[in-house]
């Protein structure tokens, strides 16, 4: 039995303002591509940079208007591995609360490694990517909530 619930996913949106040329142009691409996919934007919260993230994710994902958060932002490589540090704990954070919210919190955060050229040249398919396994994991995990076993093999896709 194959089961697919589409619903109406009400999505929330972290956008990093570090970078703003690029994290505006990615917070345009992931409101339209929510709107293709059918989802309803309810939250779109700015932040300083893409470390300060994790700071309003438990706040946004305890709302009962958000079934699933993506998080936008773009970390540009520097004459340091300041970017490494900041990319690599940003996203072990977001994974952490995700998992303890039980709430899909995707990531669609550019760098490490990433110069400006490069960044620009991504803004598109990662704030897509991060807004559609956002719609995804929520409806999936709605179906996963609802799927009852009847003796043939349940499919959620």
């Known amino acids: ?13 972290v956008v990093a303002e570090f970078n703003y040329d690029i994290t505006q142009l990615m917070l345009q691409k992931a409101l339209e591509h929510a709107k293709f996919l059918g989802a309803e934007v309810t939250y779109v919260v700015k932040v300083p940079g893409v470390f300060d993230i994790p700071m309003v994710l438990k706040e946004l994902a305890s709302k009962n208007d958000v079934d699933a958060i993506a998080t936008l932002g773009a970390v540009i490589q520097g004459a340091t591995k300041h970017d490494e540090i900041v990319a690599t704990q940003a996203a072990r954070k977001i994974l952490d609360i995700a998992v303890e919210v039980d709430k899909p919190i995707t990531l669609g955060i550019i760098g490490h490694g990433a110069n400006r050229i490069q960044a620009l040249e991504r803004v598109e398919e990662y704030a897509r990517r991060a807004v559609e396994a956002a719609v995804k994991l929520a409806r999936r995990k709605r179906a996963l909530k609802e799927a009852k076993y009847t003796g043939s093999t349940v499919y959620i896709d």
């Open 1 to 13: 039995m194959v089961l697919y619930r589409s619903y109406m996913v009400k999505l929330a949106l």
